[in-house]
Structure formats: structure tokens, C-alpha cells
């Protein structure tokens, strides 16, 4: 009994952590999600980084976070820019961007992205990330 309890709790722990931990934008209560703010050229220091590290790379993490959902790619790190040995950095995410990611499921993607239950983006930062995405993706 006091197993099927402890595993209980640990399963809802565990799924509230899934529902609401992936973004560190605030959405509950109603209140619009936190905005991040580009002035001038988007770029990945001008911006883009703060924008991919505040609504992305909390789930797209290496090592991954907790609530990192169980399919979230392995070499995949969008808290850096740059690739480093087999893994991923953020620079891969504009052509991800330009397939249309953030409107639809891509190939080999089960869903588009920020996931539903994830910190939507807002239109200014859809935006910014396609501008950023159509420009080459820069870092500075």
C-alpha cells in the first residue's frame, strides 16, 4: 500500500513538473506569457539567445532537466549557439525555423513546436525567430 502511494505521488509530481516546468515564462492565472523584447537586428547575441534559452532550452538541455519530455533529442542543446563534438547547438534551429517548425510538425518531429502544454511564443517573437532564421541564423 504505502509503495502504491509513493509511486502515486511520484507520478504527479512527475506529470506537473511535464505540464508546467518547461518554460520559465509565467502563464498561469491568466496572465499573457513574458515577452522577450528585440530591439534592432535579431541576432543570437542581440536577442535571440535570451528569446531560445527562456522558451526553448529548458526542455533542449544537455544534461537534460527533469522535465525534459522522454523523446527530447539526445545532441540537441539550444542554451549554446555553437555545435561542439556531437552535439547540437542552437545555430541548427533556423533551418528548423524556415521548414516552418514553429507552425507544424516537421518530419521526424512528432509536434510543432513550443509544445502545447509549454510557454507559447508571442507573434513579435515568432517574428524575430523567422527574421533571425531568414538572415542566416547569425550569432552576431
Known amino acids: 500500500m504505502f509503495m502504491r502511494v509513493t509511486y502515486d505521488l511520484l507520478l504527479f ?19 499573457a506569457p513574458d515577452e522577450v523584447v528585440i530591439s534592432g537586428t535579431p541576432t543570437w547575441e542581440n536577442g535571440i539567445g535570451d528569446l531560445v534559452r527562456s522558451k526553448c532550452a529548458s ?16 545532441t540537441l542543446n539550444l542554451s549554446v549557439y555553437d555545435n561542439s563534438s556531437n552535439i547540437r547547438g542552437a545555430n541548427i534551429l533556423g533551418i528548423w ?3 516552418g517548425i514553429l507552425e507544424k510538425a516537421l518530419t521526424g518531429v ?14 513579435r517573437e515568432i517574428e524575430s525567430l523567422k527574421s ?3 538572415s542566416g541564423s547569425p550569432k552576431n
Open 110 to 123: 512528432a509536434r510543432k513546436m513550443p509544445l502545447e502544454y509549454a510557454t507559447p511564443l508571442t507573434s
Open 132 to 134: 533571425w532564421s531568414t
Open 13 to 31: 509530481l512527475l506529470s506537473a513538473s511535464l505540464l508546467f516546468g518547461c518554460s520559465k515564462a509565467d502563464t498561469l492565472g491568466g496572465k
Open 97 to 99: 525555423i524556415n521548414s
Open 59 to 74: 526542455c533542449h538541455v544537455i544534461p537534460f532537466s527533469f522535465y525534459s519530455p522522454h523523446n527530447t533529442p539526445s
